[in-house]
């Protein structure tokens, strides 16, 4: 699991002054934050750096927030993407999410605000690590599993011993039930006799 430190946020704004403050604040709160002075900067880091969440502000001159968003759905889907401006209104809200901003804060915002949100992006990150890390298990799982029936018709007695083994191992983890355990094992085991 990522901890705050290793979780990076990017913050893009043309105002030194609110870039310079966002980026104190969630420092101050443990995370790693990379600051871009434009949206040219800010996709350029996207480029080169592994970013979980950009704080973008919409306006700015040359690359602005929309293309900031743009790029960074196109190229880095798992950062999440959000709008940060002074000119809110309720279609540039829902045009940010329509083209892939998970959330839209309109300036001047409550400090509390960008903590609030980078705390749940945050651990919506862990989740979706956690999703992906359990997926795997189960894919894992279900292989080791299939393999356990080959094993139960091959009839080997040396594959049993190492199968009961991995079957061990996956009640360990909680990946099976004792209760299963002790069926595919019994099953291994008349299997081979």
């Known amino acids: ?5 290793d979780f990076k946020i990017l913050i893009a704004d043309d105002d030194e002054i ?12 443990g995370y790693s934050v990379i600051s871009a002075k434009d949206g040219i900067d800010a996709i350029k880091i996207l480029r080169v750096e592994d970013i979980d969440l950009v704080i973008t502000d919409l306006r700015m001159p040359g690359v602005d927030g929309y293309e900031v968003l743009r790029y960074s759905v196109k190229n880095n889907p798992d950062t999440v993407v959000v ?20 959330d839209y804060l309109t300036k001047p915002f409550k400090i509390q605000e960008i903590i609030l ?23 894992d799982a279900y292989r080791d599993i299939q393999l356990i029936k080959t094993v139960v018709r091959s009839n080997s007695p040396d594959l049993t011993a ?3 083994e991995k079957i061990e191992n996956l009640k360990a983890s909680n990946i099976i ?5 002790e069926i595919l094992k019994e099953r291994l085991i008349r299997g081979n006799e």
């Open 117 to 139: 949100l980078a705390e749940k992006i945050y651990r919506r990150a862990q989740l979706i690590q956690e999703n992906r890390e359990l997926k795997k298990s189960l894919r």
């Open 18 to 29: 609110v870039r310079d403050a966002i980026s104190s604040l969630l420092k101050d709160e």
């Open 177 to 181: 039930t004792h209760q299963d355990a």
């Open 83 to 102: 709008i940060l401006t002074a000119y809110g209104t309720l279609d540039t809200a829902l045009n940010a999410i329509k083209d892939g901003a998970y």
């Open 162 to 164: 190492a199968w009961i």
């Open 1 to 5: 699991m990522k901890t705050k430190f």
